[in-house]
């Protein structure tokens, strides 16, 4: 049995507001194995940027992470001080932010950036060798090395994304993280930049948690798949489970949702609105629109419980989600 | 909803209170009352002259109370051209485009690269015998500029937005664009550049006044300072004499920026330390 | 034979920039495209960043004139219609953009996007032919008027915004609808319902659409035709479903290769290059725009653009293969 590189155990933030807490995390709990591609997937405020940003510690104030562990190799990444998590980011866990391309310094050579990342880390290293780092890294990400000394505005969105990839793997971490990391991309530049994502996380034997929208996406890359709805994990499943056997309602309805070009069909949608995160209907957060909701479900919250090897659900409808925690 | 705001609030009360009182003792006070000499000099305050009286034998809080309107007359007609000025020609400029643009671009430059300050002093010295509204009329006449530029960049970043595009869809024809749909956009932020320019306007007027080139025969909180200092009020520590109308001035100074404030933090809730 | 509904004639469109040194963009070249008047279709306009589909929505409606070539609505030319023409146009021809925020003055009520065109074009007298008006196009997008009229834009979420302006179009009753971008910024969820009332405009009111978009999936589900884009230039047009299923242009068989299919076990097996000079500038070239990243060039390619050939009973690929 793998060791886990991660284990999330009931992470819960917020976001205080004069209008009282908004639950944006609410209880989100996760394993992510040695070497594995890990799907976080949910629809726009459901609290997968938050649990990636949470992970790094990045929550600004009014947000504060209220509860929770995240364990990376057995460390406690929020009972970490000031120093060892600046140690921590970068070489052993790293995160691709969304828009991470737009947030590339346009008045630094992008040689000049990656050589910043490397130093905040390491100490300072002799010019060559640097260079000889970053040439090496550029490789990784399929980029010549001219591209060292061009300015980001030279270059175009798929080639920003992999100076991110490469960026955030510089120090070899230990887990990456990357949220939408293709979500304005063109469909070729898309498939080339993902390509480039597992080619690099194959070769450093890294984890991935893999954040976006797009069924598509997940379906082609992860092994594991978590669904978020509403701050909380509706399943946790083997992509092919996810795809052929959904158990949760929530995500027999996203499945069907997807279009897809294999067959023409009619797409199903998901009548009604996310909930309020300031007040949250009681229960099951997803029973005001689900087909199958049961007075239970009105009043209690269902926990994430392990019904078949490897496939956690939090629903009512399966027996042995009450009580029991991952 | 503006109300609401306390910053706003309470800008507003004070200079609401220094209006009123101010109406109300001017119309109270006899014109007998105003001239010299209808005063011992040189008194300190006192019961039958609140804020003392000055070498010239006038009571202080007479003048204060015509003094505060006058400079306040001066704001209000200077931020009103300039801001109105300044709209029309950063709309036109901004929707139309082409020469036109480039013509009234130019012009925008040239104002704002001119040291406003000196031109003032410059024209208020040659014009003789200035009142208080060819003063304001002055004073506007450097204060277009800056909305104008801003105007004309917010016309132009919104002319692209897609809610133009949909009233061009919708069969709006160009003017009816400028009017229903990008000026009701504007409108906060011209409220906030009135403020400004208000209380840029009697800094300004305050500062030419001080230097002698202000409305000689009108009173003004800038001239009862230039008084005050002709007639030495300082050195002989006529103290209630000078200090009055500088304590006018950062009161009105004081009140229109917390307004201004509160106009901001109502338009952008997220100064206010909201999220 | 009546006159097809919309018809674009060999447009170009070109931008120049730039003062001193004129720089000129190809945005479109040589674009043909006829929409029958019956039935109602829905034909896609499909493409990457850059190839010029936003342009030809732009052009269609109005925004932008064509450097070479004409528009036809209804057989007559848009260029030089008078002011009364245009607003007979902007009665029939309408859209629905990409941003459901953006496309709201965010100074206004929701209401207000049904008012003006109600006021516009004369559609109801007094307020109770307004307000029963607005919550009949609403009831057709699954809305209640009490859930939205009233508020402000920033108080509806972006699934409600995008219907309450597919309620706009309803009310309208044009023959055309260019739909640009319409779900890319939805939520999967709702991208299937506002999917679902575009084809039932389709269906129930004869609604035609241009459906400007990147997404062949979606494209695929909703669409009659396609036309697919490149770098300006059509590379190939037919049905959906078979140019989808069966691409015969290299570019289009690059496109669809690329899709990511919602099916684990539908995975990608090959792996795909692209070299930095293909991503970065374009060069300009008289041959076939794709030539630098076919697999399949040959000398040819580079001499002059390829026509359009039909390889199919519905299909059309600009390439020198066939």
């Known amino acids: ?326 | 909803m503006l109300f609401r705001n306390r910053k706003f609030l309470i800008g507003f009360i004070i200079i609401a209170i220094l209006v009123t009182v101010a109406i109300v003792s001017n119309t109270l006070t006899e014109p007998a009352l105003r001239r010299t000499g209808s005063f011992l000099p040189k008194l300190p305050p006192a019961s039958g002259w609140p804020l003392g009286t000055d070498s010239l034998g006038r009571s202080v809080a007479i003048q204060m109370s015509e003094a505060i309107l006058k400079s306040l007359l001066v704001g209000l007609v200077a931020a009103t051209l300039g801001t109105f000025l300044g709209a029309v020609i950063g709309f036109t400029a901004g929707y139309f485009g082409g020469v036109v643009d480039a013509f009234l671009r130019m012009l925008i430059d040239v104002f704002l690269a001119v040291p406003s300050l000196l031109f003032l002093i410059l024209i208020a010295s040659l014009v003789k015998g200035v009142g208080v509204l060819a003063m304001a009329v002055i004073i506007g006449m450097f204060a277009w500029a800056s909305p104008a530029r801003q105007v004309r960049a917010q016309v132009l970043s919104l002319k692209e937005r897609p809610f133009v595009e949909l009233a061009r869809l919708s069969g709006m024809s160009g003017l009816e664009i400028v009017f229903r749909e990008l000026m009701p956009n504007m409108l906060q932020w011209l409220g906030a550049n009135f403020v400004n320019a208000f209380i840029a306007a009697i800094l300004a007027e305050a500062g030419l006044s001080l230097l002698g080139l202000g409305p000689q025969r009108d009173m003004t909180l800038g001239m009862m300072i230039y008084w005050a200092l002709s007639y030495g009020a300082i050195l002989q520590n006529l103290w209630w004499w000078w200090l009055t109308p500088v304590f006018g001035l950062i009161c009105l100074f004081l009140s229109l920026y917390l307004l201004h404030l509160g106009l901001d933090e109502v338009s952008n809730p997220r100064l206010a330390g909201r999220v | 034979m009546t006159a097809p509904l919309l018809e674009v004639r060999g447009v170009t469109k070109v931008y120049a920039s730039g003062v001193v040194r004129k720089r000129t963009t190809v945005a479109l070249e040589d674009f043909s495209l006829a929409q029958p008047s019956e039935p109602a279709a829905i034909t896609t306009i499909a493409g990457e960043s850059g190839s010029g589909k936003t342009t030809l929505a732009r052009l269609v409606l109005g925004f932008l004139s064509p450097s070479v070539g004409q528009l036809l609505y209804k057989g007559q030319d848009l260029a030089g219609m008078s002011k009364r023409e245009w607003l007979d146009y902007r009665r029939e021809v309408q859209a629905i953009f990409q941003d459901p925020y953006a496309v709201y003055n965010p100074f206004y009520k929701v209401d207000h996007v049904f008012r003006v065109v109600i006021a516009k074009f004369h559609l109801a007298r007094g307020r109770d032919q307004t307000e029963k008006l607005m919550a009949e196009s609403l009831e057709v997008v699954g809305l209640r008027p009490d859930e939205v009229l009233g508020k402000y834009p920033h108080q509806l979420s972006g699934g409600q915004r995008q219907r309450v302006m597919l309620a706009r179009a309803f009310l309208l009753k044009p023959r055309l609808m260019i739909a640009d971008e319409p779900v890319s910024m939805l939520d999967a969820s709702l991208r299937a319902m506002v999917l679902d009332i575009i084809t039932k405009l389709k269906t129930d009111l004869g609604i035609s659409f241009l459906y400007i978009t990147h997404d062949l999936s979606t494209a695929y589900q909703i669409s009659d035709n396609i036309h697919i884009l490149y770098r300006g230039s059509v590379a190939e047009w037919g049905k959906a479903t078979t140019v989808i299923e069966l691409p015969k242009h290299p570019y289009t068989q690059l496109l669809v290769e690329s899709i990511p299919i919602p099916n684990p076990r539908r995975r990608w097996t090959e792996r795909v290059e692209l070299r930095p000079e293909q991503e970065l500038a374009a060069a300009e070239t008289p041959g076939c725009k794709f030539a630098d990243r076919c697999p399949h060039v040959m000398a040819v390619c580079h001499q002059a653009r390829p026509p359009l050939i039909q390889v199919g009973a519905d299909q059309h690929a600009a390439c020198y293969l066939y």
């Open chain 1, 1 to 326: 049995m793998n060791e886990h590189v991660l284990e999330v155990r009931d992470l819960r933030v917020s976001y205080h507001t004069p209008q009282g807490p908004i639950k944006a995390v609410d209880g989100v709990s996760f394993d992510v194995g040695a070497g594995e591609r890990f799907g976080l997937v949910g629809e726009s405020g459901c609290g997968k940027s938050t649990t990636a940003m949470a992970l790094l510690r990045l929550i600004q104030p009014p947000g504060r992470i209220e509860a929770g562990e995240a364990r990376l190799d057995g460390v406690d990444l929020f009972a970490l001080g000031e120093e060892e998590l600046r140690a921590t980011r970068w070489s052993r866990l790293s995160l691709i932010p969304q828009g991470a391309m737009n947030s590339l310094n346009p008045v630094m050579r992008i040689r000049e950036q990656m050589a910043d990342a490397i130093n905040a880390h390491e100490a300072r290293q002799q010019p060559r060798e640097l260079l000889q780092r970053i040439e090496t890294s550029l490789n990784l990400v399929g980029l010549p090395h001219r591209v060292a000394s061009m300015y980001p505005h030279e270059l175009s969105g798929g080639m920003k994304q992999r100076v991110c990839i490469a960026m955030a793997i510089s120090l070899g971490p230990r887990l990456l993280i990357a949220d939408e990391l293709t979500s304005a991309l063109d469909v070729v530049v898309q498939r080339v930049v993902t390509q480039t994502l597992i080619e690099v996380q194959e070769r450093l034997g890294a984890s991935l948690i893999l954040i976006g929208h797009d069924m598509g996406l997940q379906a082609q890359l992860v092994d594991r798949l978590a669904v978020m709805y509403a701050g909380r994990i509706a399943e946790i499943a083997g992509i092919t489970t996810a795809f052929e056997g959904p158990l949760h309602p929530y995500t027999r309805l996203l499945i069907s949702s997807v279009p897809t070009i294999e067959e023409r069909k009619t797409l199903q949608a998901i009548p009604g609105l996310p909930p309020s995160l300031l007040n949250p209907p009681p229960g099951c957060l997803f029973h005001p629109r689900c087909p199958f909701a049961m007075e239970r479900c009105r009043v209690e919250a269902p926990e994430l419980a392990e019904v078949e090897a490897g496939h956690w659900v939090a629903c009512h409808l399966y027996p042995g989600t009450t009580g029991a925690r991952p």
